[in-house]
């Protein structure tokens, strides 16, 4: 019976919502509806908090396997020693770095594809099963061309994860619960830098045993991934199918989202969204934050560790040195996000603030002695971790403001392409020759990106007030207004549809 539903929606080219609650607004029981609310919340958020920080572990775990051997064992260096004194090439490291990003590129349109055309949990399960093959694979890896191989398949798989969440959030929550939502979601990019550095810090104490430590690190990463692939096949279609709440609840769940215009689910692709996405200023505005802001994680995620242990520090406390700049992120993340949930329109104001502490740490490192033990530079890297709240801010910021099911999988892959960029383009900035003179490219490279985004989130703060200032003297026919919820219609397209910035 389900499948039939599914089919006639996609024919029909209607929101998955328009069968269950129909044009007309139902009132809603206020107590109901946070008791839904808390469902979704207990079962979604830990899902989306495990799952995302299970992807930002395994990317940043090169970071540490770089400097428990796999640099040396996988030949990711080269040291060139016709100078005075002998130079280091570490541009193979950069390009293994890279090359994830690559793969994430090429599998976001398959992903994004799969993800609004079939079954939501099915799909998400099984890649996420194969990505922890993939993940686990990485241990039989014995030359950089074959990590290179493995890093972009690895990308391609795990694409599936950010755009997916994005568009999961989009579906249950409205605009006002979203950035709180994005934000818990996002925040284990701290959380999983701290657990992670905390689990890569006892593989530092192996001494013995048949492989080397940086395998058994993946290994971990794959057997947890694999888990979690399991538990991916329980994940609903939508709001309207969610088996965790009770078939009054899923009326309550959909109903509730009517206020907001965004819809909840449609399984067509509907051509003409597309080249309304592709038309329209705030996607493109979005994009650029998002390429500019992600540069930092690029170089962070790749070559932390390896950066702070040229100020002295040795392999363990290097990694302990992800710790603060791993809190400091989380804490940022879940801020902002409360924030933006409790007062309203303050998305961009924040994301400004959240981006001067980057820039003042990357001036920091820069300009600062990297004397043994200098306190400088460590300070100045921790207080980089707030990029994580900028990047953030700006997701919610893209998905919060678009409607209709093929405009938001647009909008969601073009934050996914941004965030690619930036994270191609971060470690490319780092060039093992200029150490000495405390990698220049690479700070002035992160300022400037950083003030590309500030402007770039202050043009589109006046594009989306005049969008609402066009709206606010129209006269509202209550009916239509909810008859038009769960069309499908874009932000565009829905004169009732009222951005947040």
């Given at each position: 019976?389900?499948?039939?539903?599914?089919?006639?929606?996609v024919?029909?080219?209607?929101?998955?919502a328009?069968?269950?609650?129909?044009?007309?607004?139902s009132?809603?029981?206020?107590?109901?509806e946070?008791?839904?609310?808390?469902?979704?919340?207990?079962?979604?958020?830990?899902t989306?908090?495990?799952g995302?920080?299970?992807?930002?572990?395994?990317?940043?775990?090169?970071?540490?396997?770089?400097?428990?051997?796999?640099?040396?064992?996988?030949?990711?260096?080269?040291?060139?020693?016709?100078?005075?004194?002998?130079?280091?090439?570490?541009?193979?490291?950069?390009?293994a770095?890279?090359?994830?990003?690559?793969?994430?590129?090429?599998?976001?349109?398959?992903?994004?594809?799969?993800?609004?055309r079939?079954?939501?949990?099915?799909?998400?399960?099984?890649v996420?099963?194969?990505?922890?093959l993939?993940c686990m694979?990485?241990?039989?890896?014995?030359?950089?061309?074959?990590?290179?191989?493995?890093?972009?398949?690895?990308?391609?798989?795990?694409?599936?994860?950010?755009?997916?969440?994005?568009?999961?959030?989009s579906?249950y929550?409205?605009?006002?619960?979203?950035?709180?939502?994005?934000?818990w979601?996002?925040?284990s990019?701290?959380?999983?830098?701290i657990?992670?550095?905390?689990?890569?810090?006892?593989?530092?104490?192996?001494?013995?045993?048949?492989?080397?430590?940086?395998?058994?690190?993946?290994?971990?990463?794959?057997?947890?991934?694999f888990?979690?692939?399991?538990?991916?096949?329980?994940?609903p279609?939508?709001?309207?199918?969610?088996?965790?709440?009770?078939?009054?609840?899923?009326?309550?769940?959909?109903?509730?989202?009517r206020?907001g215009?965004?819809?909840?689910?449609?399984?067509?692709?509907?051509?003409?969204?597309?080249?309304?996405?592709?038309?329209?200023?705030?996607?493109?505005?979005?994009f650029?934050?998002?390429?500019?802001?992600?540069t930092?994680?690029?170089?962070?995620?790749?070559?932390?560790?390896?950066?702070?242990?040229?100020?002295?520090?040795?392999?363990?406390?290097?990694?302990?040195?992800?710790?603060p700049?791993?809190g400091?992120?989380?804490?940022?993340?879940?801020l902002?996000?409360?924030?933006?949930?409790?007062?309203?329109?303050?998305?961009i104001?924040?994301?400004?603030?959240n981006?001067?502490?980057?820039?003042?740490?990357?001036?920091?490192?820069w300009?600062?002695?990297?004397?043994?033990?200098?306190?400088?530079?460590?300070?100045?890297?921790s207080?980089?971790?707030t990029?994580?709240?900028?990047?953030?801010?700006?997701?919610?910021?893209?998905?919060?403001?678009?409607?209709g099911?093929?405009?938001?999988?647009?909008?969601?892959?073009?934050?996914?392409?941004?965030?690619c960029?930036?994270n191609?383009?971060?470690?490319q900035?780092?060039?093992?020759?200029?150490?000495?003179?405390?990698?220049?490219?690479l700070?002035?490279?992160?300022?400037?990106?950083y003030?590309?985004?500030?402007?770039a989130?202050?043009?589109?703060?006046?594009?989306?007030?005049?969008?609402?200032?066009?709206?606010?003297g129209?006269?509202?026919?209550?009916?239509?207004?909810?008859?038009?919820?769960?069309?499908?219609?874009?932000?565009?397209?829905?004169p009732?549809?009222?951005?947040v910035?």
């Amino acid at each position: 019976m389900a499948e039939e539903e599914d089919s006639s929606d996609v024919e029909s080219g209607k929101d998955l919502a328009s069968g269950l609650v129909g044009e007309h607004a139902s009132e809603i029981d206020p107590e109901m509806e946070r008791r839904v609310v808390w469902k979704i919340d207990r079962f979604l958020m830990p899902t989306m908090v495990v799952g995302y920080g299970l992807v930002y572990y395994d990317k940043a775990i090169l970071g540490s396997a770089v400097l428990f051997g796999m640099t040396k064992d996988l030949q990711l260096s080269i040291v060139d020693t016709t100078t005075k004194p002998p130079t280091t090439n570490t541009q193979r490291l950069s390009w293994a770095t890279s090359l994830f990003y690559f793969g994430m590129l090429a599998g976001l349109y398959p992903m994004t594809f799969a993800l609004q055309r079939f079954n939501l949990g099915r799909i998400l399960g099984g890649v996420v099963i194969f990505w922890s093959l993939i993940c686990m694979l990485t241990a039989a890896v014995t030359s950089h061309q074959g990590l290179y191989v493995q890093r972009f398949f690895l990308g391609f798989v795990e694409s599936i994860i950010p755009t997916g969440f994005m568009c999961i959030v989009s579906g249950y929550y409205t605009q006002d619960e979203q950035a709180l939502r994005q934000s818990w979601w996002f925040s284990s990019t701290g959380l999983f830098t701290i657990l992670g550095g905390a689990l890569n810090y006892g593989f530092a104490q192996i001494e013995s045993g048949s492989l080397r430590r940086w395998q058994y690190i993946y290994l971990l990463a794959g057997a947890l991934t694999f888990l979690f692939g399991i538990w991916c096949f329980l994940i609903p279609n939508s709001a309207a199918t969610a088996g965790f709440l009770s078939p009054a609840e899923r009326l309550v769940a959909v109903e509730r989202l009517r206020k907001g215009q965004t819809g909840v689910r449609c399984h067509k692709i509907k051509v003409s969204q597309l080249k309304e996405a592709v038309l329209d200023i705030k996607l493109w505005l979005v994009f650029i934050m998002m390429a500019s802001a992600y540069t930092v994680n690029g170089a962070v995620s790749g070559f932390g560790p390896l950066i702070v242990s040229t100020f002295g520090w040795s392999t363990l406390e290097s990694i302990l040195w992800q710790f603060p700049l791993g809190g400091l992120c989380f804490i940022a993340i879940l801020l902002c996000g409360y924030l933006s949930s409790r007062f309203g329109n303050v998305r961009i104001y924040l994301l400004v603030a959240n981006c001067l502490p980057v820039i003042a740490g990357c001036a920091m490192i820069w300009k600062s002695k990297w004397t043994h033990h200098a306190a400088a530079p460590v300070a100045g890297y921790s207080i980089i971790g707030t990029f994580g709240a900028v990047v953030s801010q700006t997701i919610v910021l893209g998905m919060s403001n678009v409607a209709g099911a093929t405009k938001k999988s647009a909008m969601a892959a073009a934050i996914f392409v941004a965030y690619c960029v930036g994270n191609i383009v971060g470690p490319q900035l780092i060039k093992s020759q200029t150490k000495k003179e405390h990698y220049p490219e690479l700070w002035t490279g992160l300022i400037i990106c950083y003030c590309i985004t500030i402007l770039a989130s202050v043009a589109l703060w006046f594009v989306l007030r005049r969008e609402n200032s066009k709206r606010e003297g129209m006269a509202v026919d209550v009916d239509e207004r909810d008859r038009l919820a769960f069309l499908d219609l874009t932000d565009k397209e829905n004169p009732y549809f009222r951005y947040v910035y």
